[in-house]
């Protein structure tokens, strides 16, 4: 039987490359599901990323630089990292054809910010900025930093696998999960971590950094293949 084909979004950083963190790919393959790798630039273009998908059964969104702010309806901010035009116009179009298909979405850290863009929310343009510290742990990426408190029976509950510590990589986050998404979970400052809808599930933290050392974290790409 062949196996199931997920989307995984291709981050540009650094500019000489493309990129994905391999616990995306590990953790897909751990629940036996093909990973189809979706660049964007240069000749990758939505429409060429469209087609590339075809028949994939769900979308990964990965982790990487700052959605543009214009997305958003905002001005720019100093703070902004990486922005990238080409890689928000395919992931904004995939996301677009993924809503409208019914097919599963599992946006992860720049992942959640690009949902909530996609689907009419905003952003806070930077945490630190806002009065939020503590959110930037690179150091530490690969341990627990900080509780995440999910709402009872949602998605979000299920993505956290039975742990209540996660990660933080983030200098941005969702301030309005806008009319199609509601947040799920928070951290213990109030800053989200977690929005959803039917079949659609944005986290903040990086699953996919933790599976090396906690079998909890690969919940959330559980979620997507029972989605």
């Given amino acids: 039987m062949a196996l199931a084909r997920v989307a995984v979004l291709l981050g540009r950083y650094p500019e000489d490359r493309y ?3 391999r616990g ?3 953790g897909l393959a751990a629940l036996d599901v093909l990973p189809v ?3 964007s630039g240069p000749g990758f273009g939505p429409e060429r990323a469209l087609e590339l998908i075809e028949g ?8 990487g630089g700052d959605v543009h702010p214009a997305h958003y309806g905002e001005e720019a901010h100093p703070a902004l990292m990486e922005l990238d035009p080409d890689r928000d116009a395919v992931e904004l179009a995939v996301t677009a054809m993924a809503m409208d298909e019914g097919l599963p979405v599992l946006g992860i850290c720049r992942g959640i910010q690009l949902l909530t863009v996609a689907l009419g929310g905003r952003l806070v343009a930077d945490l630190t900025a806002a009065g939020y510290e503590d959110h ?3 150091a530490r990426q690969h341990e627990p930093v900080h509780a995440v408190d999910a709402e009872p029976g949602s998605a979000a509950a299920r993505a956290l ?3 209540d510590l996660v990660n933080s990589i983030h200098h941005q986050a969702v301030a309005d999960p806008g009319p199609r998404l509601r947040a799920t979970a928070w951290s213990a400052d109030g800053v989200i971590e977690a929005v959803e809808a039917d079949g659609v599930l944005g986290v903040q ?3 996919e950094r933790l599976l090396g050392t906690d079998a909890r974290h690969l919940a959330p790409f559980r ?3 029972a989605a």
């Fill in 56 to 63: 994939v059964r769900g979308v990964v969104l990965t982790g």
């Fill in 136 to 138: 930037w742990q690179e």
């Fill in 161 to 163: 696998g039975g742990a």
């Fill in 19 to 21: 990129s994905v963190h």
């Fill in 223 to 225: 979620w997507l293949v």
């Fill in 205 to 207: 933290w990086h699953p």
């Fill in 24 to 26: 995306y790919l590990d």
């Fill in 37 to 39: 790798l979706v660049p």
